[in-house]
C-alpha cells in the first residue's frame, strides 16, 4: 500500500502542477492583452510583435499542461485498479465533480484548438504582412484585431474552465 500511496503521490503531485499551468496561462495572457488593449485597435508594430510572439509561444506550454493533465488524470485511477484490482468507487457528489470537470477539461480542449490551430496561424500569416515603419492596409489591421477579439473571448472563457477543474478537482476526494 505504500507503494500504492508513493505513486498516487507523484501522480498527483504532477496533475496539480499542470492544473496551476493551465489556470495561469489564460490569467497571465490575459493581463497582457488587456495591457495591449490600452493603445487602442491601431497597429504598433513592435508592441503587437511582442504580444503575438508571447501568446503564440506560450501555446506549446499550455499544449504540455493539458498532456500531462490527460496523462495523470487517467493513470490515478490506473494505480488504484493496479493495486486493488476494481476501480476506486466514488462518493455521487465525488461522481458530479469528476463530470463536470471532465466537461470543463473538454471545454478547454476545444478552445485551444479553436486559437492553436485556426486562429494563431492566420493571425501570424496576416502579421507577417506587416512592416514596422508602414501604414498596414486596413483590411488587414481589421481582420488582424477582429481575430485578437476572438481570441481573447476564448481565452476569457478557457479561464473559467480552468478555474472549474481546480474547484472540481477539490471534490474528488469527497466522502473517501
Keep these: 500500500m505504500l507503494t500504492e500511496q508513493i505513486i498516487y503521490s507523484i501522480l498527483l503531485a504532477f496533475h496539480n502542477m499542470a492544473l496551476v499551468g493551465c489556470a495561469a496561462a489564460p490569467f497571465y495572457n490575459r493581463n497582457l492583452v488587456n495591457t495591449r488593449a490600452q493603445y487602442g485597435q491601431k497597429l504598433h508594430y513592435e508592441l503587437d510583435k511582442v504580444v503575438e510572439d508571447t501568446l503564440q509561444g506560450n501555446a506549446p506550454y499550455c499544449m504540455a499542461f493539458v498532456a500531462v493533465l490527460l496523462v495523470t488524470g487517467i493513470s490515478i485511477p490506473l494505480n488504484y485498479y493496479l493495486f486493488h484490482g476494481v476501480l476506486k468507487q466514488l462518493h455521487p457528489v465525488a461522481m458530479i465533480a469528476l463530470a463536470l470537470k471532465l466537461a470543463s477539461f473538454l471545454g478547454m480542449l476545444i478552445i485551444m484548438v479553436k486559437i492553436f490551430w485556426g486562429i494563431n496561424p492566420r493571425l501570424k500569416e496576416i502579421f507577417a504582412k506587416f512592416e514596422p515603419s508602414k501604414?498596414?492596409?486596413?483590411?488587414?489591421?481589421?481582420?488582424?484585431?477582429?481575430?485578437?477579439?476572438?481570441?481573447?473571448a476564448l481565452c476569457e472563457t478557457c479561464l473559467k474552465f480552468a478555474v472549474a477543474v481546480l474547484v472540481f478537482s477539490a471534490f474528488l476526494g469527497f466522502g473517501g
Excluded: I, M, V, W
Excluded at 135 to 152: C, I, V
Design 135 to 152: 501604414t498596414p492596409a486596413p483590411e488587414l489591421e481589421k481582420e488582424f484585431f477582429q481575430k485578437r477579439s476572438r481570441r481573447k
